[in-house]
Nanobody
């Protein structure tokens, strides 16, 4: 059984930074693409950033230049460094990963940007 556990969410002022982490545990042979999604109240879940097993990254236009996704294949972790946070970034952030050709989701971590 594979589990994804996110951490690092919280309350931050506009312009501040947070770093989210997602750790995969269980019996794992290969982790393919990893993706961070977010869902704000009353809105659909949206893709924030993704990274392939080879390190290729893609970002939503709204976070380009502010967020950076990275992964540590040796530790089975994926991170999202979020800088210059804005109120519009407030949402529950979810980690998604393709582990051995099966898609898994984390439980989500709340990020609130407010003064």
């Amino acid at each position: 059984q594979v589990q994804l556990v996110e951490s690092g969410g919280g309350l931050v002022q506009p312009g501040g930074s947070l770093r989210l982490s997602c750790a995969a545990s269980g019996t794992i042979f290969s982790i393919y693409a990893c993706t961070w999604y977010r869902q704000a109240p009353g809105k659909q879940r949206e893709l924030v950033a993704a990274i392939t097993s080879g390190g290729y990254t893609t970002y939503a236009d709204s976070v380009k230049g502010r967020f950076t996704i990275s992964r540590d294949n040796g530790k089975n972790t994926v991170s999202l460094q979020m800088n210059s946070l804005e109120a519009e970034d407030t949402a529950v952030y979810y980690c998604n990963a393709n582990v051995d050709r099966v898609m898994y989701w984390g439980q989500g971590t709340q990020v609130t940007v407010s003064s």
